[in-house]
């Protein structure tokens, strides 16, 4: 049996269910690129139902806690203050969607084991930076204006991230 859902509506399967039945849902997934005017024209992209995050490398460190409820500071090992160089029409053709190949990994909520990347092109921002406090500073007006060279970028699941950039400038 094939069904197709509505937008914002229920499909209620009925059916004695045995040993070896299968359900196999497909979403639309695409590439869809939100522009916020009231940040500063700042920019998130989302594939299907999931908004993304700059990929950044992590580096733990214990802190205190216990043993057995440890407590840990995470902190960035690559550069995250990246603004996206997106082409304006269609922004989204300037993403590339990269699907893992193989089983999904036991635990797929770290950027190493994301199962779906998104290859973008980023500009590094100097002066975007961190503040005394060790948090990132306020989001730049968009569109900013670069002479640096575009370098690659990857964007993961942002349930995939401890450290978070989803609002690109």
Same mark, same amino acid.
């Given at each position: 049996m094939k069904l197709k859902a509505q937008p914002l509506c229920w499909i209620v399967l009925e059916q004695t269910w045995k040993d070896g039945d299968i359900i196999r849902l497909e979403l639309p997934m695409r590439v869809r690129v939100h522009r916020w005017e009231k940040n500063k024209n700042a920019v998130s992209v989302d594939y299907g139902p999931l908004t993304y995050s700059l990929k950044i490398g992590e580096r733990w460190k214990s802190y205190g806690g216990s043993s057995e409820f440890p407590a840990y500071e995470v902190f960035p090992t690559t550069p995250w203050n990246y603004g996206l160089v997106l082409d304006e029409k269609p922004p989204t053709t +300037?993403?590339?969607?990269v699907k893992r190949s193989g089983p999904l990994a036991s635990q797929p909520f770290t950027p190493e084991n994301a199962p779906i990347e998104l290859q973008a092109k980023g500009k590094r921002i100097s002066r975007?930076?961190?503040?005394?406090?060790?948090?990132?500073?306020?989001?730049?007006? +968009?569109?900013?204006?670069?002479?640096m060279p575009a370098e690659d970028v990857a964007l993961i699941p942002i349930g995939c991230t401890r450290l978070r950039i989803s609002a690109f400038p």
């Open positions: +300037s993403f590339k969607v975007w930076a961190l503040e005394s406090n060790g948090m990132i500073g306020e989001v730049q007006e +968009s569109p900013v204006r670069l002479d």
